[in-house]
């Protein structure tokens, strides 16, 4: 996405952030792979989840791992969060026994979660008062791109603070975008997704429909591809996930319903009538033969022109 007052970071200076040391809340597929791509380049950096089995899988990946929030907190100058939704990202600043109780001044934190805007400005709010920096960074890439350091990253907050980690933020993403303010992420972020639902429903219908027509599908999304109709969802989404079968990016149907409602929440908000918007999240919303543990791409399969 492009914003004429978005700013690309380019950052690579590594002196601003050579002592700091990196804590990860959510140790899930996501932050899991953030912490050993980080880890793996000479980062000192300490995780942290309620599970013991995620704390014992990032051993091996040379992440130390901590029980006691407040031993992370004690040990980190910058955390990043990579939680499952705002009210965990609310609870963990901000809930009893959370980052604010305990937190030093200078404590900066990153949240990579796709969180609503209003939630970041909250916690933001509040731990100002302690001293303590946030910024909104929600992430696409997906856990491959995590654990390879390739995602992409838009981010609400302090331009100061952001500069103070790009070297950390380099080290995770391969593209950073300033959107503005805390909370302007979590809304590019939510922008994107809602576009990405879409897309894989109306890539499904209209290579369905040259399918149909006695075109190679995948001779189909070459020529989508070298044109204006091309997307994520046709340059990576149906050739990596979809033609092939395969299914398994890493991205789940809960994940994405859950995104899709953040946007339906946004547009109720600022009563906007978005009427194909709203008939994309139905559509994600009503596919009962999906579960949420099914991976995201299989929302083609429901389409009454799927290909297979």
């Not at 995590?146 to 981010?155: F, K, N």
């Not at 001779?219 to 994520?232: F, M, P, T």
């Amino acid at each position: 996405m492009t914003n004429k007052n978005s700013t690309f970071c380019t950052h690579n200076d590594d002196s601003r952030n050579r002592d700091m040391k990196i804590g990860i809340i959510g140790l899930g597929n996501m932050g899991s792979g953030m912490a050993a791509t980080l880890a793996s380049k000479q980062e000192k950096v300490f995780g942290y989840d309620l599970s013991e089995k995620a704390l014992e899988a990032i051993k091996p990946k040379g992440v130390t791992p901590v029980a006691d929030l407040a031993e992370l907190v004690a040990h980190c100058d910058v955390i990043i969060l990579s939680l499952p939704k705002a009210e965990h990202v609310k609870q963990i600043c901000l809930g009893n026994n959370g980052i604010a109780s305990f937190a030093k001044s200078g404590l900066i934190l990153i949240d990579t979660t796709t969180s609503e805007a209003e939630t970041s400005r909250e916690v933001a709010k509040q731990l100002a008062l302690s001293g303590i920096e946030f910024i909104d960074a929600p992430v696409s890439g997906g856990p491959a791109g995590a654990a390879s350091g390739t995602m992409s990253m838009v981010i609400g907050g302090d331009k100061e603070t952001i500069d103070n980690v790009m070297p950390i933020l380099q080290k995770i993403s391969s593209v950073q975008v300033h959107i503005g303010d805390v909370g302007a992420g979590n809304i590019a972020k939510i922008a994107n997704n809602l576009l990405c639902a879409a897309h894989l429903i109306t890539n499904a219908e209209v290579i369905s429909l040259a399918n149909k027509a006695g075109v190679d599908p995948a001779k189909v999304l070459e020529g989508i591809n070298a044109g204006s109709g091309r997307s994520g969802v046709s340059q990576v989404n149906f050739p990596k996930w979809i033609l092939n079968n395969a299914y398994d990016s890493g991205f789940t149907m809960g994940l994405m319903r859950k995104d899709v409602g953040l946007g339906e929440k946004l547009a109720d908000s600022l009563d906007l009538a978005m009427p194909l918007t709203r008939q994309v999240i139905e559509m994600w919303r009503d596919q009962s033969n999906l579960s949420d543990t099914d991976d995201f791409n299989e929302i083609v399969k429901e389409s009454d022109s799927h290909l297979y």
